[in-house]
């Protein structure tokens, strides 16, 4: 009993337990106990209204709002990739915008597996490659890109075409770096060259020309004929007649992106004709007159623009790319004319040689526009075509044909510098509709400087499988060529490739590439001058914003 009166004396009564005004009190007082006098005016208490009962300390007046302002800074520094996600969503607008569906989207957001993708029957399909032996080089450079983002899973067999003979050092290095089949094809001079019924003197003195006047390419033959060639003669090539799907590989060309379904499928069953990835504007002085005869070919075939031909042209005043009218507004009809104007008599406009002799200080008839074909003009814009996914059918149909026939009489491949990207472009805007075009907007490709790189999709990348690019005598395929060595340096520079390829770029809102690592030494040309994807997104149906379509 004794100890525990001593333990009950040790314990603190009820008057030396601390209490919350004193604790509040305490805050205000040093060591002594005394009140801070600098800090006195905190304990004043404020009214929150002029006639109210009710008070606060001054100190929680000021320490409220600074609460405030700190959560709201918390909330909008957060970087949008941030692992934690966004609280709330910015106000400035996503780097990569959305694009309507009503004409087109996307086939996959994003990664799949390509093992299952795999396991479907092939479309009837082939890589078209025009090469000569001297492009090796660049040759195997697209190889292995295609090989590594895409076909070391689809398998689809090469077309190799060649004005010349393909020497065996170029048939055993390409044999070395595809386990899919490849068969190399010549072209014929039916195919590659000038045509009988071309003068080709007058021909090589307008190639000449080009030349002189430093238009490029202008003054290279092979260039004009290979243009040609792929206008109007690589669908009917021998070695493609078996081919319904032909996907266009140049030299020296990269992709980004793994490719991890098979687009030739999802064409088919999305009923697409022509897939591109980069539309860009052609260089006018390669192209003076081409829209001349695309324009007469439309009109002496009585044809009417499904949607497409709109990309191709200038927007008349007061019109969007798409003929629609501006700010919402519509066109001027009949009922909307003048009714006490003679000129207007009957609902019609007064012709031009009316307004010469009623509108008084008329003396001239306006001016006439020397590029313009009923009222349209070029804009330049084409789907670049040294990458396209396309049905050969469609080249082969009576209607392309005869496209190509009325281009090709002009003699426009060899008086100005045609390419087969601005022939492809016309003759699809003449004879298909949006629905029939798809944008490979999820594929990352680069020729040149010209690149196309989408971000990747948020939430949607799958682990990678490494892949080592050895040539077939390395990977245990006796089949192929064992004359080609391989040092340990090069095999090294292999592996570290791959170990790049596996580091890529972090997710962006509205990306949808799978596995991309973009280049960063070139800018990405969607949101380019000079680049024409704003036209097709005008005729795709538009942006996407959180309103609406812009």
């Not at 800090?39 to 209204?49: C, D, H």
């Not at 991890?260 to 192209?287: C, Q, S, W």
């Not at 040539?471 to 592996?495: H, I, N």
Request: aromatic share 12%; proline share 7%; charged share 25%.
């Amino acid at each position: 009993m004794d100890s525990l009166r001593a333990l009950s004396k040790r314990l603190p009564s009820a008057e030396d337990m601390p209490t919350l005004k004193g604790i509040q009190n305490t805050s205000l007082k040093d060591v002594s106990g005394k009140v801070t006098p600098r800090l006195t005016f905190l304990r004043r208490r404020i009214r929150l209204r002029g006639n109210s009962k009710v008070s606060v300390p001054l100190y929680l007046v000021l320490v409220f709002p600074i609460i405030v302002l700190v959560v709201i800074l918390l909330l909008f520094v957060r970087h949008p990739n941030s692992p934690g996600g966004r609280l709330i969503p910015s106000g400035a607008p996503p780097s990569i915008r959305k694009i309507s569906e009503k004409h087109d989207k996307v086939f996959v957001n994003g990664c799949l597996d390509p093992k299952v993708q795999n396991s479907a029957p092939r479309a009837n399909a082939a890589f078209v490659v025009l090469a000569r032996n001297k492009e090796l080089d660049g040759v195997v450079e697209s190889l292995k890109s295609v090989e590594r983002h895409f076909n070391r899973w689809f398998h689809y067999p090469y077309v190799f075409l060649n004005d010349g003979d393909f020497n065996s050092t170029f048939r055993e290095t390409v044999l070395n770096y595809t386990s899919s089949s490849v068969e190399f094809g010549k072209i014929g001079p039916e195919h590659w060259g000038y045509p009988n019924w071309t003068d080709q003197n007058v021909a090589k003195e307008g190639i000449r020309k080009q030349g002189d006047q430093a238009i490029m390419y202008g003054g290279m033959e092979s260039y004009h004929h290979m243009c040609r060639f792929y206008s109007g003669f690589f669908y009917k090539h021998e070695l493609l007649q078996k081919y319904d799907w032909y996907w266009r590989v140049e030299p020296e060309i990269k992709y980004f992106c793994d490719i991890t379904y098979d687009p030739f499928l999802h064409m088919e069953r999305n009923k697409k004709v022509y897939g591109f990835t980069i539309a860009v504007k052609e260089l006018k002085e390669t192209v003076p007159n081409i829209f001349r005869y695309a324009s007469a070919y439309k009109r002496t075939h009585n044809l009417t623009s499904q949607g497409l031909w709109e990309m191709f042209v200038e927007p008349k005043e007061g019109f969007n790319q798409d003929g629609t009218p501006k700010d919402g507004g519509a066109a001027l009809k009949p009922e909307d004319l003048p009714k006490d104007d003679p000129k207007y008599a009957n609902g019609q406009k007064p012709m031009p040689e009316d307004i010469l002799r009623t509108e008084p200080g008329a003396g001239t008839l306006p001016d006439i526009d020397p590029e313009a074909m009923e009222g349209e003009r070029y804009n330049m814009c084409h789907f670049w075509s040294n990458f396209e996914i396309a049905r050969l059918d469609w080249f082969r149909s009576k209607e392309y044909e005869e496209f190509f026939e009325m281009m090709d009489r002009s003699g426009g491949f060899w008086m100005e510098r045609w390419g087969d990207a601005p022939i492809h472009s016309l003759a699809a805007g003449a004879l298909l509709s949006p629905d029939q075009i798809h944008y490979f907007r999820d594929f990352g490709y680069r020729h040149t400087t010209i690149q196309h790189c989408p971000a990747n999709a948020p939430a949607r990348q799958l682990p990678r499988e490494p892949y080592l690019n050895l040539p077939r005598a390395y990977a245990g395929d006796t089949s192929a060529s064992s004359t080609v060595q391989m040092s340990e340096e090069e095999e090294k520079l292999m592996r570290e490739e791959d170990e790049y390829w596996a580091k890529w770029d972090t997710e962006k809102e509205n990306g949808v590439g799978c596995r991309c690592r973009c280049d960063t030494d070139v800018q990405e040309v969607e949101n380019k001058e000079g680049s024409c994807i704003p036209e097709w997104v005008e005729i795709a149906g538009g942006y996407i914003t959180p309103a609406g379509r812009d």
